[in-house]
């Protein structure tokens, strides 16, 4: 990859995390977005916004879906709606990515399932996010790299464009693990999701959850035990806006 210090967002050292100034010499031979240190090793978290980045978390997902035996579930055409990230190894390998869509009058994935729970939420004046294609390496053992990814999932639709809600598709088996450590709570039966063809449920997020957490718990990592979600593992408040300000100048 090449240099670009206008991609940088945000860096790690020593898992304190900080805002980088515009330039920033040492990470620009990697041209990271976000970096951070996960159990003595260094990741990256950037925008797939060229078609390479596409393709290679496609080929994550890809390689992650089989591995499960589910069927592919392709990031498809460049779309503006939607946004995904990509996590990098030192080795520049995708070691995780989450695709955000955001509702438009093309609607969201989630609709082809669950228009009705969908069309409540919209029908109380609440603006619908989603996320889908979520895969992470099954090497990656590190709750920073699945938190860090969420967080900036959250950001881009939240602090961005003002949407207030999120949904995301997942198999029962999981659903508890997004309602412990995310918030997330029920909003559809489990039906067959076309696009994997697994059984799925409809799960749903307010995001005034995840502001009133990460205000209490963000950044705190291990000294957070107390707090068994993933939160404790997000960003602080002051490096969220500080996120959230270099996200802006990027869209």
Not at 23 to 47: A, C, K, M, N, Y
Not at 102 to 131: I, K, P, W
């Amino acid at each position: 990859m090449s240099a670009g210090d206008e991609d940088v967002i945000v860096s790690f050292f020593e898992s304190v995390p900080h805002v980088l100034p515009p330039r920033t010499p040492d990470l620009s031979r990697e041209e990271p977005s976000i970096g951070s240190l996960v159990e003595s090793q260094q990741f990256w978290i950037r925008l797939a916004n060229t078609p390479e980045r596409r393709e290679m978390a496609n080929v994550l997902i890809d390689r992650m879906y089989a591995w499960r035996g589910y069927d592919r579930s392709s990031l498809g055409n460049e779309n503006p709606q939607r946004v995904t990230l990509i996590a990098y190894g030192m080795d520049n390998r995708a070691i995780g990515t989450i695709t955000v869509g955001m509702d438009s009058s093309d609607g969201l994935l989630a609709d082809e399932n669950y228009h009705a729970e969908v069309d409540s939420l919209r029908a109380r004046g609440r603006r619908v996010c989603e996320f889908n294609a979520l895969a992470i390496d099954s090497s990656v053992k590190s709750k920073r790299v699945v938190s860090s990814l969420f967080h900036i999932a959250m950001l881009y639709p939240w602090g961005l464009f003002g949407y207030t809600d999120a949904v995301i598709e997942v198999t029962p088996r999981h659903a508890k693990f997004y309602e412990r450590m995310l918030g997330f709570t029920p909003l559809g039966e489990e039906r067959i999701c076309p696009r994997v063809n697994v059984s799925g449920v409809l799960m749903h997020l307010d995001f005034s959850h995840s502001d009133t957490k990460i205000s209490e718990v963000g950044g705190l990592m291990e000294e957070g035990k107390f707090d068994r979600s993933l939160y404790p593992y997000f960003f602080t408040k002051t490096d969220a806006d500080g996120i959230l300000g270099r996200l802006r100048r990027m869209a």
